[in-house]
């Protein structure tokens, strides 16, 4: 991707930086990393490699694994981040760095 296509992300839908097929792309990779995921089994590799850079983008937030520098001086868009305490399995609301959650 280049650096406009990362500043761009956040708003593919309308941004005409991304072709209608980009476009089909982003939207099938945003909607197999929701929950509950609904994919056509057609799509398996695909499918795939979407969850696996899924899980290890939430692994590495989960421990605070930081970026190790590999792309330092680059564009990195931040997410924006969502309204309201993210939830343990539990029904717990986390809070604070993965290493304050250990006990």
């Known amino acids: 991707m280049t650096d406009e ?4 992300l956040a708003r593919y839908q309308t ?12 939207r099938y990779a945003e909607g197999i990393s929701r929950t509950p995921v609904d ?6 590799e695909l499918t ?4 696996l850079e ?13 970026a190790a520098g590999f792309s330092q001086g680059r ?8 309204p309201g305490p993210a939830l343990h399995p539990s029904g717990d609301a986390l ?4 290493q304050d959650r250990r006990s």
Do not use: M, W, Y
């Open 5 to 8: 296509e990362l500043l761009a």
């Open 15 to 26: 941004s005409p930086v991304f072709s209608e097929v980009d476009k089909l792309v982003l």
């Open 39 to 44: 994919v056509p089994a057609d799509l398996v």
């Open 48 to 51: 795939h490699l979407v969850a």
């Open 54 to 66: 899924n899980l290890r983008g939430r692994f590495n937030l989960a421990l605070g694994i930081e």
């Open 75 to 82: 564009v990195c868009a931040l997410p924006t981040p969502q």
């Open 95 to 98: 809070t604070g760095p993965a």
